[in-house]
């Protein structure tokens, strides 16, 4: 069954104003799907009625096949892991920025969880373990390590679903194709979502959702899209 569906969602911020006209599209357990479109398309707005900032005016929102209206906020939030554009680190150690989400953890256990996530491909890649500190006082991690630090925090967690908005989209390319490929090392069974508005970011989804005033223009795998046609 799909992970996450929406359902002929019809919403707008104001009444005269709608910005999904009947957006459907499903997304299938553990695929990697990418939500493309300009700016100003509504794909943050997607992300927000996810996490129920809003509620559609019409259609509905399933995840594991259950109306979002009916789950708890605190089940949904452990359902969807978000990592956002631009992350805010701690001033405090890389392993405390990992695990900060788990209460009184040591650095030694959130090692071990981070390991027993497999993310060790993501951290191996900085340039400091878990003791270093980072931010004002410690170490400066670039905008494509404090990401890999952001991704780490949300997977720890090992949340079924992975969202990510625009979380590659202020990295150059090299940095942002080097990130991709260490997710889908580390999350290939996991089901994700990938909003962006550039089409760099997309070469790995298995299906694309190309999203336009509201509706879905197109959808199809890489190839269908951008191949011969
Ligand atoms: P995208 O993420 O694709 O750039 P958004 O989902 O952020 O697009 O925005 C879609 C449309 O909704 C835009 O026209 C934007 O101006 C409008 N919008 C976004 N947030 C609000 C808000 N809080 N109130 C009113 N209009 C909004
Ligand atoms: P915590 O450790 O506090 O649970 P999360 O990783 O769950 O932190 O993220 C905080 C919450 O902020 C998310 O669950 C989500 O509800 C909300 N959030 C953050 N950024 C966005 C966004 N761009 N769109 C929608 N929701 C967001």
């Given amino acids: 069954t799909p992970t996450v569906v929406f359902e002929n969602v019809v919403f707008g911020y104001e009444k005269d104003r709608t910005i999904l006209h009947g957006l459907s599209f499903e997304v299938p357990a553990g695929s990697h799907v990418a939500i493309v479109g300009p700016s100003g398309a509504g794909k943050s707005t997607i992300a927000r009625l996810l996490f129920r900032f ?33 992350s805010v680190l701690f001033n405090d150690t890389i392993g405390y920025n ?54 780490a925090r949300t997977l720890v967690k090992n949340p079924p679903i992975l969202l990510l908005d625009e979380a590659t989209s202020a990295l150059d390319t090299r940095t942002e194709q080097d990130i991709l490929a260490t997710l889908h090392r580390v999350s290939e069974d996991r089901t994700s979502i990938s909003i ?34």
């Fill in 98 to 151: 990992i695990g900060y989400g788990r209460a009184g953890a040591s650095a030694e256990e959130i090692e071990a969880a981070a390991r027993g996530a497999s993310l060790m491909p993501l951290i191996e890649r900085l340039p400091a373990g878990f003791e270093t500190e980072v931010g004002e006082r410690g170490l400066k991690l670039s905008g494509g390590e404090k990401q890999r630090v952001a991704i």
């Fill in 54 to 86: 809003y509620d559609p005016q019409a259609g509905r929102i399933l995840v594991g096949g259950q109306d979002i209206r009916e789950v708890t906020q605190a089940s949904l939030r452990a359902a969807i892991g978000i990592v956002p554009q631009d």
């Fill in 196 to 229: 962006a508005h550039r089409l760099s970011t997309i070469a790995d989804s298995d299906r694309i959702f190309v999203l336009h005033e509201g509706t879905l223009a197109e959808s199809g795998s890489h190839t269908e899209l951008l191949g011969a046609g």
